[in-house]
């Protein structure tokens, strides 16, 4: 492929960010510097994370990088493509809010604390019922806490049924694999066509058991689908294009571009599909694969 890329989408936790635990400096002063030579080469840069808009926005805004907070984003694995500096939506899939209630039955059944996801035009807020009891999902609650300026963008409420009064953007929980194949197992029993669900480990730290995420989105919900249309609409061509990523989330995109990277942290199946794997996050895999493969 002709180098450097015309677009290169970057995942978030557990590629870009080097740094977890360091709330303030996330990502490592050689991977800023790789994305400024990126972006000196010409390469677009865009943001392409499981996260929700406000948690991803928070993280760029501490990212060092003044430009990265205007990058744009495809957000929740594709539910949401917004251009950064504007916030313009070019692309949004909802998850029908009558199938969002029989799959919050289903967590509801196997004691996985769900975690609604509101649309972008109520302002995308993450609201949940009840405290949980997996040690991940209160980590993950506490530091988006942390990160949320506004009490009402992540909020406890009495019951989730009062905010589904309109489509939304996701249904989510972090608890233990069995917990999630369970729910995963049932709610794929439900037949629901127009539903995705997806299951991703979480990266792993040494002061946590480990975690599973699990999500219910609108069946066109993916990060592949949601880059080949922002391709179409920006006129890129995918093949021109490189992806670096480390989840099970990025593999159809790695197979999509031009050039797909996987992380050394990344699962053997995502290594198997890329065209090169960089050295792990924690080890500043992120700006050694732009110094050796994108930029070379």
Known sequence: ?????QVLAIDLDGTLISKPADFDNPICKDNLAAL????????????????SESSARSLLAR???????????????????????????LISHLLNRDDARRALE?????????????????????????????????????????????????????NLDEHLTRDIT??????????????????IRLD???????????????DFTDGVFIEVFNRNVRKELAFGEYCRLKGFDPALCAAIGDGRNDLELIELVGLGIAMGNAC????????????????????VAARRTLLA
């Open 106 to 158: 289903v967590y509801r059944h196997h004691g996985a604390a769900a975690m609604l996801f509101e649309d972008h035009e109520s302002g995308g807020a993450c609201v949940y019922e009840r405290r949980p009891t997996h040690r991940r999902m209160a980590s993950y609650l506490d530091k988006r806490h942390k990160e949320t300026p506004d009490p009402a963008d992540l909020r406890l409420v009495a």
């Open 36 to 51: 400024a030579a990126l972006r000196a080469a010409g390469t677009r840069l865009l943001i392409c994370t499981g996260r």
């Open 63 to 89: 990212s060092g990088d003044p430009q990265l907070p205007d990058c744009d984003l495809i957000l929740q694995n594709g539910t949401l493509v917004l251009e950064g500096g504007t916030g313009h939506v």
């Open 192 to 206: 629901m066509p127009e539903c995705h669900v997806s299951m991703m480990q979480l990266v792993k730290r040494p």
């Open 1 to 5: 492929m002709q180098l450097p890329p």
């Open 170 to 187: 996701a249904l989510g929980s972090i608890d233990s694999a069995e917990t999630c194949a369970a729910v995963m197992r049932d709610i």
């Open 268 to 287: 053997d199946e995502l290594k198997a599909a890329a065209d090169h794997v960089a050295p792990p996050y924690d080890e500043g895999g992120f700006a």
